[in-house]
């Protein structure tokens, strides 16, 4: 369902149309022209869809993790332990009741096409949020207190809060260039800014080719503040699955690959032409639970089951999913069992259940609580509703997520144990996300990029994060609406000191894991590889322990050393590969490149 801040939440593939043998020979794919001295380019696989390459709409992972590749937010966070440091803003100060906060921009920073970069960008991009309802679909929550925002130079941010806002450090919006962007508001929510190249920004790489469902190119940016990027030019490429993604890695195709299956990933241990790394995950993959869906207005819509709306039945089907054995059985033990909602990466603000709460896997205490919800077992052992129909419930995935069919046939098993029939329905992309929208349906696995702050995923379960209109697009997962997350929610986002606000943040997930309307399955690693024939190294995030993909900034990629770079080989992009063009074989001394950064999970893939 719609990722994360989303995230940026990230490296997520695409899919490539097409015989896989058969590279795309227009764009990107001729991107490294015949000579010694081509451009460097890395070739990541990916299969991650984009929703849009706006960013006041995007919220899957795989845009808004480009987006910190194109565009400066006013901070970053470090890569070795997540602390803020600066990025546009290259200082900040605030009032002493902290309603008052005044950040500076840097000075000689400059669009890509040769503009300055202004207070008065960051400006516009936050008033556009606060005052246009489509422009605040991605980042509303960023904007919920501030009360005025302005630019008194070019150098200065003024933003004044209506009441205290604990995330002004780690506020994860793209700024865009005003004059670029001032005439696309009348139809900012229809506009996906996917046809003209290049996107003007300020980040490490510029955005200059787009095809759907092809390939994604970014360019260096030569004049980055902070160094230019070692790699000329990084492009995603698309496949039709994971499978096809690694195969093209062991034979040189591409570069990089995340996010493979245990097997996928064994399979390539012993393979001296690949460094392997196995992450600790930002992500959690979850049981979303609809309660019937309604708009921030109040009015009902969509068809979900009314059983949900009773706690005993959440809790039932929560106890009736064997999580130690999803993780062993799905990621092959390369993962942790759920709990709480914040991975356990973020040691501070993560919490579990202690053996009072817990919401262990028990099969007769599952049942027990359907008995006592009235859902009483027919002949066949399977259960009834109170007005005698049969008890089935439709669980809702994506093929492009393998977890998904996996998972839902050892649940359907589970559950015929406590008389429910699963009806698993694991459709396309954009048949997902209609659904989801839609409100059709009554379980969805979900699975989001979480970030060093939590407020973005935090903010997904809020009231305000309900669709406005009936079938409309929305942040969330499941149009839950409770008073009382909403104040713990409230407090949390008000509060400033570090130790108050966690044991808020810990009250909060504490409430979901009871409400039971996300149920945090398992926190899977992220299992990747890349081919050291042409790349030397990269910097991972959090630390030693993190990832290449899936980060909160540029790092990766921005920091990518090709190993021409560092051994004088040839000019680093991927290994030269022979190309089957119908019956002829050409051999092409090129990289094809395509890069993927996933942050947040959208609502086919993760989302961030």
């Known amino acids: 369902m719609p990722i994360i801040r989303r995230p940026l939440s990230a490296m997520a593939r695409a899919v490539v149309a097409g015989l896989l043998l058969v590279p795309s020979v227009t764009g990107p794919a001729l991107a490294a022209e015949t000579g010694a001295a081509g451009p460097k380019t890395m070739t990541v696989g990916t299969i991650s869809a984009v929703d849009s390459l706006n960013p006041f709409l995007a919220i899957r992972a795989l845009p808004t993790g480009l987006f910190r590749q194109m565009y400066d937010f006013l901070t970053n966070y470090d890569p070795k332990d997540g602390h803020v440091v600066p990025a546009l803003a290259e200082s900040w100060s605030t009032s002493g009741d902290k309603l008052t906060w005044t950040y500076k921009i840097r000075s000689g920073a400059t669009w890509s096409d040769g503009k300055p970069v202004t207070a008065k960008d960051a400006a516009w991009t936050f008033n556009l949020i606060k005052s246009n309802r489509e422009a605040a679909k991605a980042n509303g929550n960023f904007v919920k207190n501030f009360k005025t925002v302005t630019a008194p130079d070019d150098r200065t941010l003024v933003v004044e809060l209506s009441q205290p806002q604990s995330t002004m450090l780690a506020l994860d919006v793209p700024i865009v260039p005003e004059h670029v962007w001032t005439g696309k508001v009348a139809e900012i929510g229809k ?65 990089f690959v995340s996010d493979m299956t245990p097997a996928q990933y064994e399979s390539l241990q012993g393979n001296g032409d690949l460094t392997l790394n196995k992450g600790q995950g930002k992500r959690f ?92 077992k027919g002949a066949n052992g399977m259960r009834n509703t109170p007005d005698g129909k049969p008890f089935s419930l439709r669980v809702l995935g994506v093929t492009s997520r393998v977890a998904d069919t996996q998972n839902s046939t050892f649940m359907k098993e589970w559950y015929k144990q406590i008389g429910v029939d699963l009806v698993p329905s694991i459709v396309e992309s ?39 209109t009936a079938g409309a697009a929305f942040p969330g997962d499941n149009f839950v609406c409770v008073a009382a997350y909403d104040e713990l929610y409230n407090k949390q986002l008000a509060e400033y000191d570090t130790a108050a606000r966690t044991a808020l943040i810990k009250q909060a997930q504490q409430q979901l894991y009871t409400d039971a309307y996300i149920n945090v399955l398992y926190y899977p690693n992220v299992l990747e590889a890349f081919r050291k024939g042409t790349v030397t190294s990269m910097q991972k995030m959090p630390g030693d ?33 022979p190309i089957l063009i119908a019956v002829a074989v050409v051999l092409v001394a090129a990289v094809v490149g395509f890069v993927v950064v996933r942050r947040r999970r959208g609502t086919a893939d993760e989302r961030e």
Request: net charge negative; glycine share 10%; proline share 6%.
């Open 545 to 577: 322990n993190g990832t290449y993909a899936n980060q909160d900034g540029y790092w990766a990629f921005w920091s990518a050393v090709p190993t021409s770079a560092a051994s004088g080989d040839d000019d680093g992009g991927s290994a030269t590969v």
């Open 191 to 255: 506009f996906n800014n996917d046809t003209q190249f290049p996107i003007v920004g300020n980040g490490p790489f510029q955005l200059t080719d787009y095809k759907k469902s092809e390939y994604i190119e970014l360019t260096a940016n030569k004049n980055y503040w902070r160094g230019a990027p070692k790699f000329d030019k990084i492009v995603y490429r698309y496949f039709k699955d994971i499978d096809a993604e690694v195969e093209a890695l062991k034979k040189g195709e591409i570069d």
């Open 285 to 376: 993959y979850a049981l979303a639970i609809n309660p019937g869906p309604t708009t921030t207005g109040g009015q009902a819509f969509g068809d979900a089951n009314p059983a949900l709306k009773d706690q005993k039945v959440r809790h039932a089907l929560a106890r009736a999913i064997d999580t130690n054995a999803l993780v062993q059985k799905t990621l092959g033990g390369y993962g942790t069992p759920g709990g709480g909602y914040l991975p356990p990466i973020w040691t501070t603000n993560h919490w579990d259940p202690d053996g009072t709460t817990k919401l262990t896997f028990d099969l007769a205490a599952a049942n027990k609580l359907l008995d006592e919800a009235g859902y009483a």
């Open 430 to 468: 954009g048949t997902q996300s209609a659904t989801l929208q839609a409100g059709n349906y009554d379980l969805a696995f979900t699975s989001w990029q979480t970030n060093p702050d939590p407020d973005y995923v935090l903010a997904l379960h809020t009231c305000g994060a309900r669709p406005a």
